[in-house]
């Protein structure tokens, strides 16, 4: 059985629609931070894993950014609420957030600075955090 073939024909459209990359929260920050003067990379391939890409980079400074979805990275604020397939996604969320640790650790270990941010977060406050990593790393 496959369970994405049970959504409802609303649900399936919305997650379409929903893009992994490049959607208005990233724009948002990626607009502030470039307005401010950071260059960065974005969806940078990882050094460390493989298969596995961080939103936004600074590799010169080994800074790694994620900006991670509430209901795909398990927000505790946020949670995530499902009314089919309860299981399924209860699942994918605890592999996403596994995976989340796996490559937090990983790049840590490899000397990087990992920032992660959460989308109901303020893109100003997030643009001015990374800025403020990037102006201590850069000293």
């Given amino acids: 059985m496959n369970n994405r073939l049970d959504a409802t024909p609303a649900v399936r459209r919305r997650m379409q ?4 990359r490049d959607n208005p929260f990233e724009r948002s920050v990626r607009s502030l931070l470039h307005a401010s003067g950071v260059r960065y990379r974005i969806h940078y391939p990882l050094p460390v894993l493989k298969r596995c890409n961080c939103d936004l980079a600074l590799p010169r400074l080994k800074v790694a950014i994620f900006l991670d979805g509430c209901f795909w990275h398990g927000c505790p604020i946020h949670p995530a609420v499902v009314k089919k397939n309860t299981e399924f996604w209860v699942q994918k969320i605890a592999r996403n957030r596994e995976r989340d640790a796996q490559v937090t650790d990983c ?20 643009a001015q955090s990374i800025i403020s990593v990037v102006n201590a790393a850069a000293a």
């Fill in 17 to 20: 629609r929903t893009g992994g």
């Fill in 107 to 126: 790049l840590t270990a490899g000397g990087w600075t990992v920032l992660r941010y959460w989308e109901h977060e303020k893109p100003e406050a997030i």
